[in-house]
C-alpha cells in the first residue's frame, strides 16, 4: 500500500521539476491541461481520458485553493488542494499533477512548455489562456466535447437542496 501510495504522491510535482528536467521530458509529447477538479466526476474522467490520447504525458494544471476561491467564491473549495491533487494523480492516465496559485495557467503553461493545449469544449480556442504561447512554439491547442449535466457546481448545488 505504501508504495502505491508513493507513486501516487510523486506524480505531484512543483514548477521547477519541469525546468530540471526540460530534456527529458521534451523527447515526449506533452499535453497540458488545467482546472479546479474541486468535485472529481464522471466528466472530468472522461475528459482527462481523452486529453491523455492526444500525447505520451499528461500534466494537470491545478487551481490552488486561494485561485478556486477567488474563481468559484468562499464556499469554494470543497476539497482542499492536496486531496485534489492526490484524487487526480491516482488516476493511471494523469502522468503530473502541478499546482498553481494564480487565476490563470499562464505561466506555468510557459514552464512545462506542452506540445498540446487542451481544454473543454465550452471553451473557444482564441479564449484559451496561453494558446498563443503554445502555437508560438510549434504546438497545438484542442478543445474536448464538453460532457453534458456533469459540472462540480450542478453536483454541489444537488447537494444543498
Known amino acids: 500500500m505504501n508504495d502505491l501510495r508513493n507513486h501516487i504522491e510523486e506524480k505531484i ?9 526540460d530534456v527529458k521530458l521534451h523527447h515526449r509529447k506533452i499535453v497540458f491541461t488545467n ?3 474541486d468535485v472529481l466526476h464522471y466528466g472530468h474522467v472522461l475528459y482527462l481520458m481523452e486529453a491523455k490520447t492526444l500525447g505520451d504525458l499528461l500534466v494537470v494544471g491545478l487551481n490552488s ?3 478556486v476561491r477567488r474563481l468559484k467564491g468562499e464556499s469554494r473549495p470543497i476539497n482542499g488542494e492536496k486531496k485534489r491533487a492526490f484524487i487526480l494523480s491516482a488516476l493511471e492516465f494523469v502522468d ?5 496559485e494564480e487565476d490563470t495557467p499562464e ?12 481544454k473543454g469544449g465550452d471553451y473557444q480556442i482564441g479564449n484559451i489562456v ?3 504561447f503554445v502555437m508560438q512554439n510549434g504546438g497545438t491547442v484542442s478543445t474536448i466535447p464538453f460532457v453534458e449535466g456533469f459540472s462540480s457546481t450542478q453536483i454541489i448545488e444537488k447537494l444543498n437542496h
Open 65 to 67: 485553493d486561494d485561485s
Open 13 to 21: 510535482v512543483p514548477w521547477t521539476f519541469f525546468k530540471e528536467n
Open 96 to 100: 503530473y499533477v502541478v499546482v498553481f
Open 35 to 37: 482546472g479546479c477538479f
Open 130 to 132: 496561453g494558446a498563443d
Open 107 to 118: 505561466e506555468l503553461i510557459k514552464v512545462v512548455k506542452p506540445n498540446v493545449l487542451v
